[in-house]
């Protein structure tokens, strides 16, 4: 299996808390994907990386910022998380050629 | 505008009938790449095809099928012989280039009655 690890599994957190999610692949991809998974959405993109340093936005992006000092992290924070922002987050990565994601396990988070 | 539909919220099937998962998508390019993954109750996203826009040939894949179809915007998935471990919600996707996002339709949720 390609080598993408998100931490932490499963979160709790209050209402106005930051929080940050960390997605790490062993794989040396390019390209990485936060995504946001809520029944009746299906997966909503919410930034993504191009490379070191270089993030973009996607259609769900508001409240959230991403960071990637190196290939192999790309972090979400959520600022001050709101109860909107319960749901499942799934990291994704991928590599040259054809287009194709290999997902991490997702990070489950609650805010009460 | 990129946009994939897949009109069947939940289906439910008898094990070993047959059942056709659709899939239709929106896109103005001519190139793109077509996807379905499949999530199983433990959460996972697993990645079962990835189809480009030049091939429109059918996919077998055991008791997995792939119908792709330009003329209607469709890329429907079949399972023959449906078993209890095909339970899971599964998604179609969209992709018009390498590094591009995924544009992923709402997912059906299928469920294999014993």
């Known amino acids: 299996d390609a080598g993408i690890t998100q931490s932490p599994r499963h979160k709790v957190t209050e209402t106005g808390t930051p929080v940050t999610l960390r997605c790490h692949q062993t794989e040396n991809h390019r390209y990485m994907y936060w995504y946001r998974q809520d029944p009746g959405h299906g997966l909503r993109l919410i930034h993504y990386s191009y490379g070191v340093k270089d993030t973009d936005k996607g259609e769900v992006s508001d409240g959230y910022s991403v960071s990637r000092s190196k290939t192999e992290d790309f972090l979400l924070t959520l600022e001050s998380a709101t109860s909107s922002q319960t749901s499942v987050y799934f990291c994704?990565?991928?590599?040259?050629?054809?287009?194709?994601?290999?997902f991490g396990s997702g990070t489950r988070l609650t805010v009460v | 505008a990129q946009k994939v539909t897949q009109a069947q919220t939940e289906i439910s099937v008898v094990e070993k009938e047959d059942v056709t998962l659709d899939c239709v998508y929106e896109?103005?390019?001519?190139?793109?790449?077509l996807f379905w993954y499949k999530q199983p109750p433990s959460g996972e996203l697993v990645f079962l095809i990835r189809?480009?826009?030049?091939?429109?040939q059918n996919e077998i894949s055991g008791r997995y099928s792939w119908n792709f179809q330009k003329s209607t915007s469709s890329f429907n998935f079949t399972i023959t012989a449906s078993q209890v471990v095909d339970s899971a919600v599964y998604f179609c996707a969209l992709s018009e280039a390498p590094g591009n996002q995924f544009y992923f339709g709402t997912g059906t949720s299928l469920t294999v009655i014993p």
């Open positions: 896109t103005r390019d001519t190139t793109y790449y």
């Open positions: 994704a990565i991928s590599g040259p050629g054809p287009p194709g994601y290999t």
């Open positions: 189809r480009n826009s030049f091939d429109e």
